[in-house]
């Protein structure tokens, strides 16, 4: 749609308005407000790898698989997961489980994943 009107918008822009908009149905039929860490627009919109930081940043981004296609396959579900209730789940239980394993996914993204991303490529 971008394109369609000029391209008024410039990549980081519609990231952000992507992330910041982020909408599901729950399962009675209403839009909520849903859970986005950012990762989905940036991945999308930039491909590759990225990780996200506060307030939608991009702290890193690396391109690999270009040329590839991607097929994400989404199962239907009877539970809705939209709203208060999911921030709760990932959130609350993502800050728990995020601080137990805190200095091992250091250790596995630091030192393991991003001295080889250059060899992906």
């Not at 982020?22 to 860490?37: C, L, W």
């Not at 950012?38 to 698989?65: I, K, N, Q, R």
């Not at 990932?90 to 001295?115: A, Q, V």
């Given at each position: 749609m971008n394109e369609a009107v000029g391209s008024p918008l410039n990549n980081t822009q519609l990231r952000h308005l992507i992330g910041r908009n982020f909408v599901e149905e729950s399962a009675d039929g209403n839009i909520a407000f849903g859970f986005e860490t950012g990762v989905g627009p940036a991945a999308s919109t930039y491909g590759g790898m990225a990780v996200m930081g506060d307030e939608l940043a991009l702290a890193y981004h690396?391109?690999?698989?270009e040329g590839k296609n991607?097929?994400?396959v989404i199962p239907p579900i009877t539970?809705?997961?939209?709203?208060?209730?999911?921030?709760d789940l990932l959130m609350n239980r993502g800050r728990t489980l995020d601080y137990i394993d805190r200095e091992l996914k250091h250790i596995c993204s630091s030192w393991t994943l991003?001295?080889?991303?250059?060899?992906?490529t």
């Amino acid at each position: 749609m971008n394109e369609a009107v000029g391209s008024p918008l410039n990549n980081t822009q519609l990231r952000h308005l992507i992330g910041r908009n982020f909408v599901e149905e729950s399962a009675d039929g209403n839009i909520a407000f849903g859970f986005e860490t950012g990762v989905g627009p940036a991945a999308s919109t930039y491909g590759g790898m990225a990780v996200m930081g506060d307030e939608l940043a991009l702290a890193y981004h690396h391109p690999f698989a270009e040329g590839k296609n991607v097929f994400i396959v989404i199962p239907p579900i009877t539970i809705s997961s939209a709203g208060t209730q999911e921030f709760d789940l990932l959130m609350n239980r993502g800050r728990t489980l995020d601080y137990i394993d805190r200095e091992l996914k250091h250790i596995c993204s630091s030192w393991t994943l991003f001295p080889h991303l250059n060899v992906m490529t």
